[in-house]
């Protein structure tokens, strides 16, 4: 026997066990049949739709004339690759779109874009935040090589929610 086992049996003595005869109408109980309906289906629930924002859509490079002194972190902390493209699929939005101000989208978020370009629509992260002086806009990462356009106007987000969350 070990020294713990000793030490448990001593502070912890069995206590003991009673047995006590079950009443005579539980004793006496038969089974009965039991018939299973089947339950009404139920209609599959609709997901739910999630708000639409159009916005004005730009591109953005980690240029400290375009960003601040640190152009490679974004928002929230995250490092931008030296040799990124757009197909890294990070955005900046506006601030008044961000949760942190009062509005629906939050750092991490997946966000659908559409209304771009066949190339660059699609599902985005949100990784940075805007200069305030913009009001309903989004920027999208990009490297100075791309050489792609600059301004799209009437551009569609909507946040995608994810299909499950760690915890």
Not at 23 to 38: C, I, K, N
């Amino acid at each position: 026997m070990s020294i713990a086992l000793v030490l448990l049996t001593l502070l912890f003595p069995s206590r003991p066990i009673f047995s006590a005869a079950l009443p005579s109408t539980v004793a006496h109980l038969s089974p009965r049949t039991v018939a299973f309906v089947s339950a009404p289906l139920v209609p599959k629930r609709l997901p739910r739709r999630l708000p639409t924002y159009t916005v004005t859509a730009t591109i953005y490079e980690p240029d400290p004339r375009q960003t601040d002194s640190e152009p490679f972190i974004t928002a929230d902390n995250s490092r931008i690759r030296r040799k990124h493209s757009s197909k890294d699929r990070w955005m900046a939005l506006s601030r008044d779109l961000l949760k942190k101000w009062g509005g629906d989208f939050d750092y991490g978020d997946s966000v659908l874009v559409t209304g771009i370009s066949p190339k660059l629509d699609g599902v985005y992260v949100i990784h940075d935040t805007m200069n305030r002086r913009h009001r309903h806009c989004m920027d999208i990462l990009a490297a100075k090589w791309e050489h792609l356009d600059e301004m799209w106007k009437g551009v569609k987000i909507m946040k995608v929610e994810p299909r499950w969350r760690a915890s």
